[in-house]
């Protein structure tokens, strides 16, 4: 079996569906249901005798050490994280606990574990960390695309932490020599993103009838991969990729946010417009920027491709319809996770921090 940490999240609830519906090889998925984390992502899976889920921190010694030795694993996946920007910038410390301590004690019991194997069992055994290209800081505008080798210079308490536990997971394989494969991947959209991100939170205000909250001028750029895509990218990496390397995952799809809006609100008119017969871009509301934010991520993925054989399968627009799809069929998943807790981020956000300044209702 393989051991998914973080497998109730936005990403690891993708994989771990995706894993199931190719492979029956079963998955043990440790994850501690913070603000982020959501059984009901993981709904299909109920009754399957191959998904055994199990609420638990990373950071928790004596649970891992247990669990590995009771399910031996023969690869763990490391999804688990706070994943906000926006809330790393309100309360940096969790960011520090989980993607920092948590990681190191996760290496710390994985490696015990790995240690005690046998021979075959341990040189087949992979580590494969999950992370960000946000480690690698902002790019200028004509700047190259984000390679492997790129300087890791991250901005935000959140990229600081991830950049931390990458820099971990690297001299755990140098010193100890644990089998680790690192994944740096661009902005993810698709089904089950929580509505804090940018894409989910546009469809969910949008249908509301709320603001349409927009950063400064907007014209920052991120590359934006599907999923599912970002999934396929994991199974391939933990398939066939090279022990202690790192490998860029992106869909060469950088667009300013205005245009994700934009594209956004079109995609609601054609397929839920308006009783009134107004378009949803009249609630596009620019507000105060994010601290430190970053203008410009892009991937450079030709390694993954060169070397795994791995490509995108979905467009901007294939995924981006399917998404935007996806929500409108889903509303009672929409509703259950904009609990209390939801409702205090949104307020504390959106309220004071991020006053509105002006509004690009045409
Ligand atoms: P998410 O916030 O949606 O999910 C994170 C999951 O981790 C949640 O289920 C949460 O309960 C769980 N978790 C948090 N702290 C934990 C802990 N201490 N122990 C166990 N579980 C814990 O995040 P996501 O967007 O699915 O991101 C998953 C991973 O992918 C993260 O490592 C993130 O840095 C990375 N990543 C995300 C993106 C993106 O665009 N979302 C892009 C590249 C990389
Ligand atoms: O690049 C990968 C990263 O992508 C992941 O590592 C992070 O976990 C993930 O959250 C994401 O980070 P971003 O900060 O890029 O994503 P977010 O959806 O928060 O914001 C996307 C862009 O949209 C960013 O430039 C900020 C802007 N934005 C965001 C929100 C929430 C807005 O303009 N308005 C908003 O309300």
């Not at 920027?289 to 467009?315: C, F, M, N, S, V």
């Amino acid at each position: 079996m393989i051991l998914v940490t973080g497998g109730a999240g936005f990403i690891g609830a993708n994989f771990v569906l995706d894993w199931l519906a190719q492979s029956d090889e079963p998955v043990l998925n440790l994850d501690k249901l913070t603000y982020a984390g959501n059984l009901e992502n993981l709904a299909a899976l109920q009754g399957d005798p191959r998904h055994l889920f199990v609420q638990g921190d990373i950071g928790d010694a004596a649970l891992l050490a247990q669990l590995l030795a009771q399910h031996q694993p023969r690869a763990v996946l490391n999804f688990a994280a706070e994943s906000h920007v926006d809330r790393s910038i309100h309360a940096p410390e969790d960011f520090i606990q989980t993607n920092v301590v948590g990681t190191l004690r996760l290496l710390q019991s994985v490696r015990a574990y790995w240690q005690g194997l046998e021979a075959p069992a341990r040189a087949a055994f992979r580590f494969l960390h999950v992370s960000t290209d946000e480690v690698y800081g902002s790019l200028a505008p004509t700047e190259a695309a984000f390679s492997e080798t790129h300087r890791v210079e991250p901005n935000s308490p959140y990229s600081a932490s991830k950049a931390a536990s990458d820099h971990l997971v690297r001299a755990w394989h140098h010193t100890y020599g644990l089998p680790v494969l690192t994944t740096n991947c661009s902005n993810n959209y698709g089904p089950l993103h929580f509505p804090e991100k940018l894409i989910p939170l546009l469809i969910v205000n949008a249908l509301a009838g709320k603001p349409l909250p927009v950063y400064g001028d907007g014209l920052q750029v991120r590359d934006w991969l599907y999923v599912k895509d970002h999934c396929s990218a994991i199974r391939r990496v933990l398939a066939a990729g090279r022990v202690g390397e790192i490998y860029n995952v992106g869909g060469w799809n950088e667009k300013p946010n205005i245009e994700i809006v934009h594209t956004v609100c079109a995609l609601l008119d054609e397929l839920r417009p308006k009783r009134d017969g107004s378009r949803y871009q009249s609630q596009i509301s620019h507000v105060q920027d994010r601290p430190g934010h970053d203008r410009r991520y892009a991937i450079d993925a030709r390694k993954i491709e060169r070397e795994l054989g791995w490509k995108p399968a979905e467009t901007f627009e294939s995924g981006i319809r399917k998404t935007v799809q996806w929500y409108l069929a889903n509303p009672d998943w929409v509703a259950h996770v904009q609990s209390g807790a939801y409702r205090d981020w949104v307020q504390t956000q959106y309220a004071s921090s991020h006053a509105l300044i002006c509004n690009d209702a045409p």
